[in-house]
């Protein structure tokens, strides 16, 4: 990776930092719909599409942490297991996106917004299993206050209560990224030729 590439990605990254930090004093009067909306997940899922698995993870592992030291919210012990769903979320688009994208869209011409799909859902199916099992795990050792998770509590948490936020990011991230990949500003489509 060329070091004016690195420093590129960096920028993008801490914009996107930014916009985690704000994006959920849109919902902050709603706590339910914030969490309906889940606004911490897209600048995360944005930034592994356009910046890569690393960057990603990165800022998935970083936003929540420093939210909560900043503002409170989310709360300490919820904060913990989101940690390990939004770093999946960075990595898992960071990885799939670049590689469906060379395997369908260069290969055999699917589109770059269906490939683009594919990869959000993959990455938010496994970021909410890695979401659940760390919260699983969290709860046994006693880390977070609670009684253990169920799976009918943690198909109930993770995708029954979140499916209108999931739509949500299936409309607005692909959105974001494309007008960023047209505008060049996509480090990874830059890379990839979008």
Partial sequence: MRKNDTLYRMIVTAVLLALGLILPFLTG???????????????????????????????????????????????????YPMVFELCAYGVVTGVVYPWLRRALCERHGVSRIVVMLA?????????????????????????????????????TSYFVDTAVGAVVH????????????????SPVGRTMGA
Wanted: charged letters at 5%; proline letters at 8%.
């Fill in 29 to 79: 009067q709603l706590q339910a719909f914030g969490k309906l909306l889940s606004p911490l997940h897209i600048p995360v899922l944005i930034c592994g599409l356009t910046c890569g698995w690393l960057w990603g993870g990165v800022l998935g592992a970083v936003l929540p942490v420093l939210r909560m030291a900043l503002f409170g919210m989310p709360a300490a012990p919820m904060a």
């Fill in 119 to 155: 990869s959000l859902g993959i990455a938010m199916v496994a970021g909410r299993i890695v979401g659940g099992i760390a919260k699983a795990l969290l709860l046994m050792g006693g880390a977070i206050p609670g009684v253990p998770l169920t799976f009918a509590a943690f198909v």
């Fill in 170 to 185: 299936l409309f607005v991230v692909p959105a974001v990224v494309i007008a960023l990949e047209k505008a060049r500003l």
